[in-house]
């Protein structure tokens, strides 16, 4: 018996100390797109925008995947919903080429050459509807950032390019614009302490927002990091 008690106390210190180690993130994000090399190079000799290393440094807990294949980026997915309901705010960016039909959205595999339709779309996409879907789970403070690009991938039957009118859950804010001005809007006045999702929409170029906009709430407070 006392072994047993012994064994359990140890269950339960080892359970505390995973509980503490889960929560000393408050915020979590993730980042999907071009790989992190790629990004830091995407305007150029090195000048882009790094959303995931910003994310970071603002205090974000990020996880990242490359838009190159469908499986990593719903691995990334799964891996970001486990636990999301103990964050304080989440971020999600997506960069590159959309789909869409049917009210639904798909974002493809980077640099795919094909010429899918609605029936095997899901082979090479993530769907932005479950993405969405994860984030209002964290409603009032989930954000999430579509930026655009021209991929080479030809929509087939019932698919068109792009983005498309979308049912944005309670509670979570959606801006769409190019992937430069999204990936700057997420490395800048995203993570700026003291604003307004609304007041840093509107301080970005180029930008759309759409779903949760309220002035009353401070995205990022001061001193949160």
């Known amino acids: 018996m006392s072994r047993l008690i012994s064994n359990l106390a140890v269950l339960a210190a080892l359970l505390g100390i995973s509980a503490w180690a889960g929560s000393a993130w408050a915020d979590r994000a993730?980042?999907?797109?071009?790989?992190?090399t790629e990004r830091r190079g995407l305007f150029g000799s090195g000048g882009g925008e790094d959303t995931a290393q910003a994310l970071r440094d603002a205090g974000f807990e990020v996880i990242t995947a490359?838009?190159?294949?469908?499986?990593?980026?719903?691995?990334?997915l799964s891996g970001f919903l486990d636990g999301i309901e103990g964050q304080e705010r989440i971020v999600v960016h997506l960069s590159g080429s959309f789909l869409h039909g049917a009210e639904r959205i798909w974002l493809i595999e980077a640099d795919k050459v094909a010429r899918p339709d609605l029936a095997n779309v899901d082979d090479i996409g993530l769907s932005v509807d479950t993405v969405l879907a994860v984030a209002g789970r964290v409603p009032g403070a989930a954000l999430v950032a579509l930026g655009t690009v021209d991929g080479r991938v030809e929509p087939g039957a019932g698919l068109e390019k792009g983005l498309s009118k979308m049912?944005?859950?309670?509670?979570?804010?959606?801006?769409?614009?190019?992937?430069?001005?999204?990936?700057?809007?997420?490395a800048g006045p995203l993570l700026e302490e003291g604003?307004?999702?609304?007041?840093?929409?509107?301080?970005?170029?180029?930008?759309?927002?759409?779903g949760f906009l309220s002035e009353s709430?401070?995205?990022l407070p001061v001193g949160a990091e």
């Open 66 to 76: 490359d838009a190159g294949s469908v499986a990593a980026m719903r691995a990334a």
């Open 195 to 210: 604003h307004s999702l609304p007041k840093a929409i509107a301080g970005a170029r180029g930008l759309r927002g759409q």
């Open 217 to 219: 709430v401070v995205f």
């Open 167 to 186: 049912v944005v859950p309670q509670g979570v804010t959606v801006v769409e614009g190019s992937v430069e001005e999204v990936s700057r809007f997420v």
């Open 30 to 36: 993730l980042v999907i797109g071009a790989s992190e």
